[in-house]
């Protein structure tokens, strides 16, 4: 199927760039297709499946229910559903009397890997896929070349007739901020942490007013006993997220259809409306916890966890100690600085780029009026009339399919869509 010295020698079905929960969810779904079974092979950069290892932190608990897993809203049936394998795992009666919708992320990371080596056969780890080319045959692209680069620094070609972009969010810093060995991005915490030698720093700054913000609050606040810990909030307050069971109905599988068949004014009202069920919006347990640890605090008159309302952070200069950052403190229209140790931003994430990595390929997909990706239901992208390869989109799709597009809500169904679109297309070809 390929060969090692840059040429594709055979076509598959399907190339899935990225190995998250999203394309192993399509794995999955693959593995249960009913019908001709389709080629498929997944890309992975790292070396293993690995959901957001650097805030694999051991208190964090899921935001999603178990039931919602890779496989169970497609198929309750399924082998690879979080209670099969907490079967497997010997756990499955404990697990009904722990009484836990929400498991801690550690162990749903421990089932993710566990259906990852269920379906290990269609991956191949410390794979990055660099670029895609189209692959045109009497004026028509009919497939496409996705080039990788390898472990050992080597570049590979996989041919095949769709690709399934699953390349996951995409860590966002302030305007004017830059990353460096003392001012991190939240998604790489714990393994920054480890790196640390010689006494722990004074004192951490965390921006943000997220749920990652708070929980890195909460973890280096425990971890590091006598560090101060800065909270910079953009709000007055860490606000909690709505998970209230109407609300949570924005991300039912029928959400899509709703999201994906209203007008541009509604789908901003989806936003305007439910944002609070996800973004900038904090678990009400862990805001009650802070707030208690900084009561308790100020009751013993020993503080060291401060948080800072309506903070903007503008710049950050590293030194050798530490950072110094310019703090724009809104509520005194005044601009300030703070010194602190180590600087951890937690502000959030950028939607899945899918034209970066499409490269010159993007040129054939159609565009709405704000230049973003037109996507079909079925989640391909539409392209100009002279392209038969299709290009899938596990993310990046939070403008046609609305809130659960980045998220593992709406997984399973999403894979099966997918699978019986591309199943479709591949029994048209002659
Ligand atoms: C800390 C944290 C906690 C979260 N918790 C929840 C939660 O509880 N519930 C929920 O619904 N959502 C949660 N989310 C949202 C999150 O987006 C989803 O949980 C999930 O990770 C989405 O899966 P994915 O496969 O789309 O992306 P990812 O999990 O980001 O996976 C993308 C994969 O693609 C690989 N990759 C990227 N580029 C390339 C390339 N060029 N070549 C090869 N491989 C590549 C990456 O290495 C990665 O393994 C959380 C997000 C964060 C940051």
Redesign the pocket.
Known sequence: MTSTNGTATGVRDLVG???????LALAVALEEHEGPPLDALF????PR????PG?LLEDAT???SFLKDLATLRNPRSAFSFLSYLHDRGRLVDFINHKEFFPS?VEFHDYLDWAAGHVAHRVRYD????AVRPVTEAQTVVAFDVVTREADGGERTERARNIVL????VPRMPEGVARSERVWHS?ELLPRIEELTGPPPASFAVVGAGQ?AAEVAAHLHSRFPDSRIDALLPSYGYSPSDDSPFANRVFDPEAVDHFYDAVPAVRERFYEQHGNTNYAVVDLDLINELYRRSYQESVRGTRRLHFWPMCRVEGADSGPDGVRLRVNRLLEDRSTELDAGIAVFATG?HP?DAAS?LGPAAELCKRDSAGRLRVSREYRVETSADVTAGIYL??GIEHTHGISA????NIAVRAGEIVTSLAAGVRQIP
Do not use: D, I
């Open positions: 760039v990225g190995f998250g929960p999203a394309n890309l992975e950069k790292r499946l690995a959901w957001h805030m899921m935001q999603v992320r794979t990055a896929a660099v699953g390349t996951g969010l998604e990652s994430y899945m990595l596990q993310g980045s998220l593992l809500s």
